[in-house]
């Protein structure tokens, strides 16, 4: 296969796919004769994320940074948690079984608990991007961080290594691709945490989820809310891209996870 | 950095046992002068590769000692590299900067040695390799990384775990006579465990048959041919002998046990 034809095959299949599913979408509604208010055509959706721009972009721009906020402190916290885990064996057995458990929490249950904490302003928002991010970076770090292969540890045995290169020439490279798989799960939840926290603790202002909250309660405003699910899956395809594309320029050269497609 | 002296090591009735196993290795004594290169053959379980791993202070002996020029070896790391059955390459480093890492880690960080190695991935036919990850590399390819970067530090003792054993016959041939030849630069006194009789003839002045169960050295043959040997010693007739002799011992000392 010519390298031009491989270029234009990833993202012609998918668009096609696209064009066939907004078709669909307009067949259904003139076929059924599915008023607006059940499902709005897609050109009234983008009609009604243009009229609502003020109100969305900002909203956008707070759910988005409170998302990124918890994420990034969740991503860090996180590695310094599992280096402290993966540090002692007694720590990691003790505790890596409740960093499992405690991911089992669903968001519906912190919400209340974080608004009565941080009240239902930002920073409680915050708190569930993080909570809903922490635990899927400590978990995937930890294991990548103890799997380490015995061969290489034995190696820098024999050279004499020590323990900090150990640790940052060997078991954090060796973790990187579990560490990024991590942060890979933690970025398609922070904005989803964000949203729902917004809509469960319902008085977040200029966010997301508190106007999907003001839309879904006017019969006529379905379009907007619509555009909100379009705004939401624009910031989710912001985060993961990021870190597909962090992740992809970190192990492109080496490892296998990265190299589909050659 | 000043090539080091090839070591001498003494091995003094060493003997290892795992808790709650049979014994690994037991009284085994021997000693090699600087210089010489020794292998250990002998069935699975006969302890070859835990008495290189006791010679690289890997585990500590149950019995008897270790010493690497006087001194035990987890004192004398310096002085040794280990080439293990596996390449051990880190899988993010390029060829150069996987031979480069002996003198990245430890206490030898005072060294330039750009010059030494292009010389060793030059020495080693890898020198249209050097900016290639290791997963872009054959098999015997990043065996010859893992000589390489052994060689890096200069070593007084080579301890080599089956490093060839997953290769194909030619290529490890290939790597026989280079290992040989690597020796007439910068002499190291060599332990090498194989499964094959014809690589230890090959290699090696000191062959010691093993026995297992516990390990013990159930004997030992003497090759006398000089060094440097090419390709041309395993056509010879002594060769050929030696072989035949050696297989008969490790059929022997299997039978009994």
């Known amino acids: ?262 | 950095m000043t090539a080091q002296r090839a070591a001498s090591v003494a091995i003094e009735s060493l003997g290892k046992r795992f808790p709650e196993g049979p014994g690994v290795l037991a009284n085994v004594t021997l000693s090699a002068q600087p210089g010489d290169f020794v292998a250990f053959i002998g069935p699975s379980g006969c302890g070859k590769t835990t008495l290189l791993r006791l010679l690289a202070g890997l585990t500590p002996p149950s019995s008897g000692a270790v010493t690497i020029d006087g001194v035990v070896p987890t004192e004398a790391r310096e002085r040794l590299s280990f080439i293990f059955q596996e390449p051990t390459l880190l899988p993010w480093l390029t060829t150069r900067r996987n031979v480069e890492l002996p003198l990245e880690l430890g206490k030898q960080t005072e060294d330039k040695q750009t010059g030494r190695v292009e010389e060793l991935l030059k020495l080693v036919g890898l020198e249209n390799a050097a900016e290639q990850y290791p997963r872009q590399l054959s098999g015997g390819m990043k065996m010859r990384v893992s000589l390489a970067r052994a060689l890096m530090r200069q070593p007084g003792l080579l301890l080599l775990d089956e490093p060839f054993a997953a290769l194909d016959e030619m290529t490890r041939n290939r790597l026989n006579e280079d290992l040989l030849r690597l020796r007439e630069q910068a002499p190291f006194t060599a332990f090498f465990v194989t499964h094959s009789v014809s690589e230890a003839i090959f290699l090696s002045n000191r062959v010691f048959v093993l026995a297992a169960n516990p390990g013990r050295i159930a004997g030992e043959i003497t090759v006398q041919a000089p060094y440097p040997r090419t390709a041309e010693w395993r056509e010879s007739v002594d060769y050929q002998r030696l072989v035949a002799r050696a297989t008969a011992m490790l059929r022997q000392t299997q039978g009994r046990s």
């Not at chain 1, 900002?58 to 759910?63: C, K, S, Y």
């Not at chain 1, 003001?214 to 405003?221: A, M, N, T, V």
């Open chain 1, 1 to 262: 296969m010519s390298t031009s034809q491989q270029k234009t095959s990833w993202w012609l299949p998918p668009l096609i796919a696209g064009a066939g599913l907004l078709a669909l979408w307009y067949a259904v509604i003139a076929i059924f004769g599915i008023p607006t208010y059940l499902l709005p055509k897609p050109h009234e959706v983008i009609a009604a994320l243009w009229r609502e721009r003020a109100a969305l972009f900002p909203a956008a721009l707070h759910t988005g940074g409170a998302a990124l906020v918890g994420f990034a402190t969740a991503v860090i916290g996180g590695v310094m948690v599992a280096l402290a885990l993966a540090s002692s064996r007694w720590l990691k057995s003790a505790l890596y079984p409740w960093v499992l458990v405690v991911q089992m929490i669903p968001v519906v249950v912190m919400v209340p608990i974080f608004v009565i904490w941080f009240h239902a302003g930002l920073r409680s928002i915050t708190a569930i991007a993080f909570m809903i991010s922490f635990f899927p970076v400590v978990a995937s770090t930890t294991l990548g961080l103890v799997s380490t292969d015995r061969g290489l540890l034995e190696l820098f045995t024999v050279l004499q290594a020590s323990k900090w290169q150990e640790i940052f020439r060997l078991r954090l490279p060796y973790a990187l691709p579990y560490f990024l798989s991590g942060v890979k799960i933690a970025a398609t939840l922070a904005p989803i945490g964000a949203i729902s926290g917004e809509f469960l603790a319902g008085t977040t202002p200029d966010s997301l989820g508190y106007l999907l909250l003001i839309y879904r309660s006017d019969p006529g405003k379905m379009p907007e809310v619509f555009a909100i699910a379009l705004v939401a899956c624009l910031l989710g395809f912001l985060f993961v891209g990021a870190v597909r594309w962090l992740s992809w320029s970190l192990l492109h050269h080496w490892h296998e996870s990265e190299r589909s497609g050659e």
